[in-house]
Nanobody, 117 residues
Framework: QKQLVESGGGLVQPGGSLTLSCVASGIIFSRNVMGWYRQAPGKQRELVASISTGHNTTYANSVKGRFTISRDNAMKLVYLQMNGLKPEDTAVYYC???????????WGQGTQVTVSS
């Protein structure tokens, strides 16, 4: 069964840090582009960061220099290290995978990140 499970969300003060994790099962992980998206209340879901099968990374302009995406193919994990968090980073963060051979894509259930003093 294909599954993505996120963890690591929570409440943090402005300027703080969090690391999100996403563990995959039921997929050929090394064949998947992995991404982190977020959706704030009343807003559309947006791409935060992605990492290709070759470990090339892309970031939204709003998080460049603050967030780092990485992957561990052996453990089927993808991480999002978030530093310098701002209140506008508050959202539900979703893990996404895209199989580059089949183009099959699916989502995790999301994890809430709240940045507030």
């Amino acid at each position: 069964q294909k599954q993505l499970v996120e963890s690591g969300g929570g409440l943090v003060q402005p300027g703080g840090s969090l690391t999100l994790s996403c563990v995959a099962s039921g997929i050929i992980f090394s064949r998947n582009v992995m991404g982190w998206y977020r959706q704030a209340p009343g807003k559309q879901r947006e791409l935060v960061a992605s990492i290709s099968t070759g470990h090339n990374t892309t970031y939204a302009n709003s998080v460049k220099g603050r967030f780092t995406i990485s992957r561990d193919n052996a453990m089927k994990l993808v991480y999002l290290q978030m530093n310098g968090l701002k209140p506008e980073d508050t959202a539900v963060y979703y893990c996404n995978s895209l199989d580059i051979a089949s183009m099959y894509t699916f989502w995790g259930q999301g994890t809430q990140v709240t940045v507030s003093s």
